[in-house]
């Protein structure tokens, strides 16, 4: 499995991104793709996760209402929109994939098994 992440970049503050993470080599019928963020110093943390069969999505607090995430299936590309960008958004962000993820366990980077090369977020103030 290769994942694929792009779309980061630099921004003000009140601004929008949005990220994609394309898949390729197998179904992901049964997997749980997600998205992490680890900033300079600091230990990588969940940001958001969407069940591919279900759409069943997740988000840490700090980004309810800001950030949506949503797939494509015919492309097997993972988005995940950010609105209302601030300066403690900006970190390298990680998309990552495991196959049959227990939903209380979504937030745990130890439970994925693929993970895509990061892609740098700065938002300035």
């Known amino acids: 499995v290769q994942l694929q992440a792009s779309g980061g970049g630099l921004v003000q503050t009140g601004a929008s991104l949005r990220l994609s993470c394309a898949a390729s080599?197998?179904?992901?019928?049964?997997?749980?793709v997600g998205w992490f963020r680890q900033a300079p110093g600091k230990e990588r943390e969940f940001v958001a996760s969407?069940?591919?069969?279900?759409?069943?999505?997740s988000f840490t607090d700090s980004v309810k209402g800001r950030f949506t995430i949503s797939k494509d299936n015919a492309k097997n590309t993972v988005y995940l929109q950010m609105n209302s960008l601030k300066p403690e958004d900006t970190a390298v962000y990680y998309c990552?994939?495991?196959?049959?993820?227990?939903?209380?366990?979504?937030?745990?980077?130890?439970?994925?098994?693929?993970w895509g090369q990061g892609t740098q977020v700065t938002v300035s103030s």
């Open positions: 990552a994939a495991g196959n049959r993820i227990i939903l209380s366990q979504r937030m745990a980077p130890s439970v994925y098994d693929f």
């Open positions: 080599g197998r179904s992901f019928s049964s997997y749980t």
């Open positions: 969407i069940r591919w069969s279900s759409g069943t999505t």
